[in-house]
């Protein structure tokens, strides 16, 4: 007995020294080490430092573990990065949280059906499977594809900024038609398909790095590959009966604060328009506010943005105004590179060395100014 209890404090002080380890697994992180082997079984791979006995590659060494592969910590509390066994595919597990967002399964899985994916104009991101998790407190994981956010790599012509804000705009379009606002379509939630532009893929975690970690990742540009981009996160999402008329809902603050119906939360709002507001802002910021030439694009986002929601533009004519602008741009202009405003003068030249090197490919393969995929 007396073994018994020296063994059990043994035991507690060594998880104890363990837990105060630098590099350590976190609570969150801990949640999928429990459930590493059943996600394999369900045909799924977790990164070495998720797997059930892992040892630390920096134990029992001189190196510091935030440089090494499996001492980067995972910051996403209900997601996951993984590889589907079968085919190598890098793909997101992600928590369904009924209580954090009660719609958000049945939009997605709404938003995947055959009939609606196979509509062009759908830039939500699919849902590959849901995996039942049996006796646990988040009872399913959705599975996802495992994009990247939409501005990195950065833009390099107006025309990759152009197809990016197409799609962008058709894809609310499309949630809009069927009575979805988003709610929370602002930058973090907007994403790019990188499986033509990263053929050997990235790490998940140091996205600029090789999977293996070692060296930078290769890519090409947009306008070699023409991706794709995606809207993700249904959480605070919701679809609304139009019968009903416009709808009217409390104002939920997520990735962006700024809009106005925000300052008085007491006061309902319509999400559509708010959804609005959002997309606006966020050309506002990405592209007008720090990167110069793009005045061609500031009457529309000023539309989008104004104090009044009801003044603001429906989806329908952000598209309908936004192809016109679009089609009035010359290919000279669509082909031009982007400059950053706080852009000098040695780093200019050099950039645009190299941009009219890969230009000259460009026009030679036949490459449109314009990517859309």
Request: charged residues 30%; positive net charge.
């Amino acid at each position: 007995m007396a073994n018994s209890s020296q063994d059990s404090l043994n035991t507690e002080e060594s998880l104890r020294a363990d837990s105060e380890s630098p590099g350590r697994l976190i609570r969150s992180e801990r949640w999928w080490t429990k459930r590493q082997k059943l996600l394999e079984d369900a045909g799924y791979m977790l990164r070495p430092r998720f797997r059930q006995g892992w040892t630390p590659s920096w134990k029992g060494t001189n190196k510091l573990y935030f440089t090494l592969e499996d001492g980067l910590r995972n910051l996403l509390r209900v997601a996951l990065d993984a590889t589907r066994i079968s085919d190598g595919k890098p793909v997101m597990l992600k928590q369904v949280v009924r209580e954090e967002g009660p719609y958000e399964l049945d939009i997605a899985t709404f938003l995947s059906s055959d009939e609606l994916l196979s509509d062009p104009r759908n830039h939500t991101v699919p849902l590959l499977e849901v995996i039942e998790l049996p006796n646990a407190d988040k009872d399913k994981l959705m599975v996802m594809p495992r994009l990247r956010p939409f501005h990195n790599p950065k833009f390099e012509t107006y025309g990759e900024a152009v197809s990016f804000m197409t799609q962008i705009f058709e894809g609310l379009q499309f949630m809009h038609e069927r009575n979805i606002a988003h709610r929370d379509c602002t930058r973090n939630n907007i994403m790019l398909d990188p499986s033509s532009m990263y053929p050997d893929s990235f790490h998940p975690r140091k996205i600029n790095r090789r999977k293996n970690f070692k060296g930078k990742a290769k890519h090409y540009t947009r306008t070699h590959c023409r991706p794709r981009y995606y809207y993700i996160d249904f959480g605070l999402s919701r679809r609304y009966d139009p019968v009903k008329g416009p709808p009217l809902d409390e104002p939920l603050e997520g990735g962006d604060k700024s809009a106005p119906e925000h300052r008085d939360q007491s006061k309902r709002c319509n999400p559509f328009f708010t959804d609005i507001y959002y997309l606006g802002n966020l050309i506002r910021e990405t592209f007008i506010y720090k990167r110069l030439g793009f005045e061609f694009v500031e009457p529309l986002v000023a539309d989008m943005v104004q104090d009044d929601p009801e003044k603001r533009p429906k989806i329908d004519e952000v598209v309908t105004r936004f192809a016109d602008i679009r089609s009035s741009l010359s290919t000279k202009k669509l082909r031009s590179r982007i400059v950053r405003r706080n852009e000098v003068g040695v780093v200019r030249f050099w950039r645009a060395c190299g941009y009219l090197y890969r230009t000259a490919g460009y026009i030679l393969s036949k490459k449109p100014p314009i990517p859309d995929p």
